[in-house]
């Protein structure tokens, strides 16, 4: 299995060979390392642990859980990865141009949203006699008898955005020096670590 783990940059717009608009999303591969290897004999299981940038000021914990390597600002825990070590760097040229890749990252968060926002409701009648202040209200959540609660799952207002979310079959564009250059949109905000992995 191929993965990475990177920052998400700016989004931008690239010329293909057929002359068509691709927008494009940048994600810099600076510094991504090996920081771990897990096995079943320690572990259970078998992965890949992937570090990204330098933590300026690690505890002592940290400095002896990653001894031998930087202690990383972000870390990632991935599938496994063949013919890796611990100390090794992972370049953007583990993937290739025009391979399909998946990207996960947390989406923007938007905090407490009503339920036209987080969940497209319509909202109450704005005419013929409806009732002023009430438009934008989710209306009915449940009976008074039975069940005599409100079902679990029901669409109401809430925290909205920071949910880890997975983008599938993005295509590589092109990679320039420590940048991977991905068709279309990615989720999260810019400075937002991202992992990619291959399909």
Known sequence: MKALLGIKKNMTQV???NGKVTPVTLIEVANCFVCGVKNKEKDGYDSTVLG??????????EIGKYKGVSVPRYIKEVGVIDGVSVGEKILPSAFEVGSKVSVTSKTKGKGFA?????????????????????WRHPGSIGSRTTPGNVKKGKK??????GDMK????LEVVDIKDNILVLQGAVPGATGTP??????
Do not use: A
């Open 156 to 161: 109401m207002g809430g925290r909205m955005g």
């Open 52 to 61: 990204l940038g330098v933590k300026k000021h690690p505890s002592k914990p």
């Open 166 to 169: 997975t983008i599938t079959h």
């Open 114 to 134: 009503g339920v036209v926002k987080r969940w497209h409701f319509k909202g109450g009648p704005k005419t013929h006699g409806g009732e002023s202040g009430k």
């Open 194 to 199: 991202v992992v990619v992995k291959g399909e």
């Open 15 to 17: 010329f293909k060979d």
